[in-house]
């Protein structure tokens, strides 16, 4: 840290090191939160969860029945004074005087720019879009099959929701016209996962049942811009129309927080890191990372971009989260402490914090170790026996150091 | 278009720092540790191998690790730093005597990067100067940066009651430099010459040295003139006999008088002669009397003296005003009234560059100044400041090729042609009466300055606002801190040890100024800790502290500490009313994450100006920050804060804070502790003595995170913060209306600034000028110091001036474009770059000062389309429109505090 500092002062090496490798550390240090907890609300698994822009307001959709749908405040302990338990908006799906309200929340997602809007699918087949302050539904799309997955476009230059389900093809819900403006085709299985790339505002990836990773432009009417293969084409089976991504269905999909890489999870286990420009595999292996959510798309959280020096993606697998270092494929930490499968993660858009919902009905906080009260005792105990801190990451930042100069 | 394959030869052990292409030769110059190799690229061979190599022997001013090479024409390289002055360098192909292929042209001086800085007022004149902790490894140094214009004094003498100073060519020799000094006392006057260094009284035969010159030059014709209170007298040059001599008529005594050209202007009471040289006499031209007493004279001088003057400007008693005549016929072309009742001492028409000025100087140390139209005489553009408290003197003088006057007084000015303005230059002296030229074959381009005791030669440092004066250290300097008591600094400095060829001990690079210093004392680690032994194969950083008199700058003692300790912190304090230096310290483990040993060393300064180690207080980890709180030390050890008192020599601590990520900056006021963390901006501590704790009262959240690189409390409930890109203004919320948000601070201000503030310090570069009109500035500004070099001046102003200043910015934004059109709230907005959206908020509350004096620059025209619709309140709280003037003035006077 001290090197950091000096280096910082002196101006060697670029300003945005010691903020960069500072929340990269910070982030493969993540452990349950002693400080944050976060209040129980939910009677069954809580299957979605989503951070506002700020990092502030967490969004969680419960498997209840009839659905329910919280919005924690995560920045100021409501409550008894001392204890940290998070402020709880309440919003009961079932208040709602609607007749098909007797379906657990899928997804939910705050709308990317801010607090105003929420949008949330559920086992009813609806996408309905939320007014925050109301608690109101403002306007909904019906769909004929079950949806697995939506996801509002981050862009500015459109307002696109993307819907996945049952029907083999991607709808895009125009939330200002109140229609679906355009339908995605190409897959021959329902899609299970979706993801907006962060780079480019018009393309979207999408994976599905029938093994495939297919990256698409919304400009671009007459069909997918490529379809991603595992062996990056040294397979003999050059047929394009069996070009798949994994060995089983596709139900994980996530954009790195910079939009060049991409990652995706499939049922045969394997995790598969993508050069989203070129769209090759990388051939980055994770090892065996056991799927434990193959009926449902799987949520994956990259860590913020404040953390990228050493990117970090983090997956739920049981009961755990697996943090896996991105480019090297190496296993950071598993964060366990749901008593039932994890359903849902949610990472703060800056800070170094993650949240998991499980079907335990819980939400977990976890956040980087209070720095330890300096003692001298303790200093002189670890120098008397020459311990020496094991660290990892220490060590990696030092040599990221040098060859700096 | 060809790939080349070039097969490796490792050149040197060193790491290459920067590489640049040598014009379209295939050769490209490196720089690896302060040696520049060029490598000459073989297309036609199949290795492309290292062929030649230049490197440079004779170091002088090397730089350490250059950020870019760029190689111009004919072996000429400008080799640029961020870590100390860039260079212009010549290479050649020979080795010059020293044994050096490189020469070096030019140094361009930088700051960077700024550590550390102490801003004081050394020589106790309400002026402060910056010491700068600048530079990295060999050419770490320590700058002096003060404002305005020194002078290298040369030669002094002890004159008592000079009264004015002239300097003359004379003699049979026919000297194409001055030889000899005129001094003027009252009711007599002494001739000096100078021969070489010596300075000797003489006579001069035609000079009167019995009555006081009111001036006296060498004019036309290889003729002195001389005015003295009796007579105008004309002198041969060479004889040195007086070839003629005018007295006034009436045989009234004269009053003063001036030349300029052919043409001499005397002054009798309240009647003006105008005389003529010609060959060798005088002839009386004209004579006007006018209606007062006439104060003071001046005849324009025509550039190169060639033609004669024809303009004249006179100062008048009673009505206090300016005229200006025609010459020879002494018409009166304008007249001037003046304003007050102070009657004006000096006036000057002087030339700069293209346009001309008369300059009116009050008694009480008031300039007024004009812009004159050389041939009608018509004034305007009026402007007045203020420069002293007592009268001044205006003399004119040439330094190099431009024309610059010298406004003596007891805050001495030279104003000078800058960019199309006039610019008002300190002068480090503390009180000047009267000055000329003097390039004699020993003092060359220097001027004799008189005050009232000294007569001093010396030449003047370049004309420049701010003057930096660089103290090299061949080491890196870190920390700074000021003692009064002792008038001396402390410098914590660290110097990397290598280890020699064969590995079997550690070398220190070069002459360093720890090396230097002979009665080194060295520090012990404690004797529990076990940290890494030192080995002699791997490079070793060793702090020093060195010991500096606060006026000579030189090192008098130092002190090394352990090795593997790092000093992180340095202060000066007073406990139990003996003054000492507290130095926080770390002891590095290159293999943990965090130190998690330190120390608090207390150091007095002994009578005989030696370190004396006083006392040693072990902590468990880094003290990041050591500062003197009331009559106690508040440390910051990682993520506490610690309060100690001072017990019977001991250190006790009496309370701690810990709820931070690291405390890296603290500052005090009162009772209140602002604390400045790794990530979380800022959070405010109040000590409770009744209870002895410390309470968290209020922190920042908005922001969060804010990797802080600087901060300064502006006063109690403002907090001035940097984070590397930006700068910004918390404030403490005592008005909230809901209870909890009194915790959470307000952000008022931001402005992004693209720099890495490294350190703030209250202080100011220039002199407040008792007497001048009211300021707009509040509070003592804030200087910073930043990675990049800069120094720059923070400063609060009342709230009518920001809203005018606010708005002319906005106008002028759209008004002035900027390099690359970028336009201006898009490039100062604060932006939250680790964000994944990235996210920006506007800048508000700060006035960009670089732009907003580019007012000054432009056209009159353009100046009022741009102040349409701004408004000010009068005096009477109305709203009404601002002028140009007043905008100018208000700008002009903001641009004076820098």
Redesign the interface.
Known sequence: ???L??A?????GP??F???S??SQRFSELELSKEKELGRFHSAAVNSLDLD?DGRYLISGGGDVPGSIAIHDT??PAGEKGLYVCGVTVSTYGTQNHTDTSHAVSVVQWF??DTGIFTTTSGDRYLKIWDTNDLLVVEKFKFKNPIYTHVMS?GTSHTLTAVGGGECKITLCDLVSGASSHVLEGHSKPVMALAWS?ACEHVLASGSQDNSVVLWDIRKANGPLTKLDQHNGSRASSDPSVTVAHGGSVNGLCFS?DGLHLVSFGTDDRLRLWDAVTGKNTLVNYGRVFNTLPKQNCPLAFS???STLHPIICIPVGGEVLMFHLTTGKKVKSLSGHFGKVHSLAVH???QELYSGGTDANILCWMPPP??????????R???T?A??E?A???DE?NDDDGR? | GTVLHAACRPILECVISCVGAVDDRPAISLRCHGRLLMLLLRLNSPLTRADQHYHETGSSGETVSPSCIAYLDNGVTFVGSCLGDSQLCKLSSAADESGGYVEILETFTCLAPILDMSVVDVDQQGRDVVVTCSGFGRNGSLRLVRSGVGINEQASIDLAGVKGVWSLRCGTEMAESDNTLVLAFVGQTTVLSLKGEEVEETELEGIAADQQTHYCSNVIGNKILQITGQSVRLINEETLQLVSKWAPPSGKGISTGSCGGSHVVVVVGNELFCLDIQDSSLHQLSHVTLEHEIACVDVRVLKGDSGTSNICAVGLWTNISARVLRLPSLDILHTQPLGGDILPRSILVAEFDTRTYLLVALGDGTLHYFQMDPDSGALTNGKKVVLGTKPIVLRQFVSGDAHHVFACSNHPTIIHWNNHKLLFSNVNLKEVNYICTLNSDSFRDCLALVDDNTLTIGSLDQLQMLHIHPVPLAESPRRISHQRHSHTFLVASCRVDVPNGDKTALISPKPCASKSVSNMLEGTHPDDLSILPVTTTEELEVFSLLLFDENSLEVIHGYQLSPREHVTSLTSCVLDSTHYYAVGTAFVDPTEKEPNRGRVLLFRVSHTKVLELVYMNDEAGAVYQVVQFQDKLLISVNSEVRLYKWEEGKMVLECSYSDTILALYLKCKGDFILVGDLMRSFKLLVYKAEKSVLEEISVETSLNPVFMTAMEMIDDENYLGADGRHIFVCQKNSEAAVEADLMYMLQPSRMYIGDNINVFRHGSLVMEHPGASPSPIQGKPIIYGSVHGAVGLVVQLDMSTFSVLAKLQESMAAVIKSVGNIEHEVYRCFSMEHTAATKTKSAEGFIDGDLVEHFLDLPQEKMEQIIKGIKKNDAHGMEVDVTVEDLVKLIEDLSRIH
């Open positions: 840290m001290l090197q500092l000096t910082r002062e002196c101006g060697l300003p945005w010691l903020p960069r500072y929340g822009c920045a100021r990317p720019h981050t962060t927080p913020p971009l404040s858009p800056v800070e720095p330890r009260k300096p003692s001298l005792d303790r200093a002189r670890s120098n008397a020459g020496v801190y660290d990451w220490s060590s030092d100069h």
